[in-house]
């Protein structure tokens, strides 16, 4: 067991090493659904959107402010898949392709949907 | 005030109750009055106090109208066992000497002193400054002591997975859950879906609006009739007051 455990560690070291020679991952290629102008500068959005949208969201949740810019509704309602309406199911779509790139599990739509308001309000989507 | 002169002064409130139990809504009176919207980027008014007032009387047994547009507007699956979420639920009481039977909807009470905010430990119950209490789901972790806290029996905990997002309200499983006063309506000046279902029923059982308001309709209301707050002795200070008990 023990010797295993020295090959999978011997192991990681290669891999670690090898890691910055061999661009190993590519950069994942999203599908942005409708799209359009950001609501802030999309290098700040990709680097800050989660800070942001915290804020915004406890000061929504416990203080009533509404109508921030920064809201997830507001993230799904212009990037959700013109395919399948949403921004998961795919590597492609929006929220999925990128935390899955990152590493990070988004736990976000265990309760908040990942569909369009419009799609909700069964209105066609745009 | 001391203690017997309140308790006496609840004992006419209920007799009130009773005395007045046929007087109805007149017909053309406003179910519920906004001043407006509240506009981007304001936040909750601490001088709004949000409450209903229930007219027992004017609740029709068997009908279920609030309780399905609750469920429609929140997502909830309407299903009744142990494990379901139910945010407001149709009572059918009578009383034992005189066989006098009511029916009335119940749901949070939206307390002013509400026993499940004292006892979170995380801050997740929380009373917003216009009164009503909900339960911020980024902070529950799901221990259920404010179920246990609770008098009326108002909170849920959702026991599996959401998949039908298709709700106004975000739900996820491992948090508690209870009416919200429809907060995502009344931040847009709309009355609570259980309130428009009554009406649109034609049976102006609900009246919604600001206390704190003395035009408001509901507190005109409350200032010419006799109404109960359940539990009164509990001094929670709820924020639904009820006429015909
Ligand atoms: S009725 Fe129960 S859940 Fe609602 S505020 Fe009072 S104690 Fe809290
Ligand atoms: S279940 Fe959630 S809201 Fe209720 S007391 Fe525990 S942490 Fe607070």
Not at chain 1, 78 to 86: G, L, R
Not at chain 2, 61 to 75: I, P, R, T
Not at chain 2, 105 to 123: K, N, R, S, W
Not at chain 2, 185 to 190: A, K, Y
Request: aromatic share 4%.
């Amino acid at each position: 067991m023990q010797s295993g455990w020295t090959m999978i560690g011997r192991m990681a070291l290669l891999l670690a090493l090898a890691g910055p020679l061999a661009a190993a991952v590519s950069e994942p290629v999203l599908d942005i659904g409708q799209g359009g102008k950001c609501v802030d500068d999309p290098k700040f959005m990709r680097l800050n959107h989660m800070k942001l949208m915290r804020h915004q969201r406890d000061e929504t949740v416990r203080q009533g402010i509404r109508g921030g810019k920064y809201s997830l509704a507001g993230c799904v309602d212009c990037h959700a898949s013109k395919k399948n309406h949403s921004v998961l199911g795919t590597d492609q779509n929006f929220c999925q392709g990128c935390h899955v790139y990152a590493a990070v599990k988004i736990d976000c739509f265990e309760c908040h949907s990942s569909e369009p308001r419009r799609a909700l309000a069964g209105e066609p989507p745009k | 005030m001391s203690c017997n002169h309140d308790q006496q002064r609840r004992q006419f409130l209920s007799r009130g109750a009773a005395l007045t139990a046929a007087v109805s809504i007149a017909p053309g009176l406003m179910l519920y009055d906004f001043a407006r919207a509240r506009p981007p980027g304001e936040a909750a008014n601490p001088a709004v106090r949000w409450g209903m007032l229930i007219d027992t009387t004017q609740c029709e047994s068997g009908c279920d109208a609030c309780v399905s547009a609750c469920n429609k507007e929140n997502g909830l699956s309407g299903r009744t066992l142990p494990t379901d979420s139910q945010w407001i639920r149709k009572l059918e009481l009578q009383q034992e000497d005189t066989g006098r039977k009511i029916s009335m909807p119940m749901m949070c009470q939206h307390c002013a002193e509400p026993p499940c905010v004292d006892v979170c430990p995380t801050g997740a119950s929380f009373k917003r400054a216009d009164g009503i209490v909900l339960v911020d789901k980024h902070r529950c972790i799901g221990c259920r002591y404010c179920m246990m806290a609770c008098p009326y029996k108002a909170r849920s905990f959702v026991h599996e997975p959401v998949t039908d997002h298709s709700g106004a309200t975000p739900r996820g499983q491992g948090t508690v859950e209870s009416c919200t006063l429809c907060v995502h309506r009344v931040d847009q000046g709309v009355a609570p879906a259980c309130v428009e279902a009554c009406a649109r029923e034609g049976h102006q059982a609900i009246l919604f609006g600001n206390l704190n308001d003395p035009k408001s309709a509901i507190a005109q209301r409350i200032r010419s009739v006799a109404s109960v707050k359940l539990r009164a002795d509990l001094n929670l200070d709820p924020g639904i007051s009820f006429v015909g008990i």
